[in-house]
């Protein structure tokens, strides 16, 4: 069951956003060379702490950290520790915060120091791949015609879509109904009606679409070792479009 948030719920939901979208902009001055994961993750935990709120991921299924650090192939869930970044790597930051029970959730991908064409290019088009799936959601809209814009895009430009891995609704649980992938089949999936809050997250890579999973559990890399980009946003469903809740 697709829940729909009350007025009540949301205005809740769009301070759990914000907060998630303020540890982004918070982390990055942070993000250069030399710097450990683990110590992002202090930092964001700090933070998020400080906003009154909780971060989602802390022991979420059992992860360690309180923020996903993915570096260059890592696709997803990259647990904080003692590595350091260095000149020309990009990270994906996967935040959540829980405020007053209802969970905000976005990742961002980000460059440290300066990067190569390639992955400057990974990087642009992973997000436009974002906002290409954005910019068809309203009341009435079917889930795959999100999946099938994001696809779209991220074909054209040779990139591959990791299917493994999808979005989903966010709200008292940081993982609702329904599933939204980042591909499918115009008209296809369940129907949006206004008040459902979802986050939209296109996971690309610059190589094959295949993905594999460590012996940590968690880490998901690709299968080809070329680096792959995310970029997420959780968004409310309204009649006419859509709102940003985790505006950076």
Do not use: Q
């Not at 956003?17 to 993000?31: A, E, N, R």
């Not at 993915?70 to 405020?99: F, M, Q, R």
């Not at 959601?137 to 889930?143: A, D, M, P, V």
């Amino acid at each position: 069951m697709i829940k729909i948030k009350s007025p009540e719920e949301i205005e809740i939901m769009k301070v759990a956003g914000k907060i998630v979208g303020d540890t982004h902009k918070y982390l990055i001055p942070y993000i250069k060379p030399g710097i450990t994961t683990i110590e992002l993750d202090t930092l964001a935990h700090d933070y998020i702490i400080s906003c009154g709120a909780t971060p989602s991921f802390k022991n979420y299924n059992g992860f360690p950290g309180s923020i996903c650090t993915s570096i260059n192939n890592v696709v997803v869930h990259g647990i904080p520790g003692t590595k350091k970044l260095k000149e020309g790597d990009i990270i994906s930051v996967d935040i959540g915060a829980c405020y007053k029970g209802y969970h905000g959730d976005s990742a961002w991908t980000y460059p440290v120091g300066k990067i190569d064409e390639n992955k400057k290019y990974l990087m642009e088009h992973t997000e436009k791949a974002l906002f290409e799936g954005l910019s068809v959601i309203k009341e009435g809209i079917h889930i795959g015609d999100i999946g099938n814009a994001i696809e779209n895009y991220a074909e054209k430009h040779r990139l591959g879509v990791v299917k493994e891995l999808v979005g989903h609704g966010v709200g008292k649980k940081l993982h609702e109904m329904p599933d939204v992938p980042n591909y499918g089949k115009k008209g296809s999936g369940p129907i949006l009606k206004s008040g459902m809050v979802i986050a939209v997250e296109p996971m690309l890579n610059l190589g094959t679409a295949n993905v594999y999973l460590l012996d940590d559990n968690w880490t998901i890399i690709t299968g080809d070792n070329k680096p792959s980009a995310h970029f997420e946003h959780t968004i409310l469903v309204t009649k006419d479009g859509y709102k940003i809740l985790t505006k950076r």
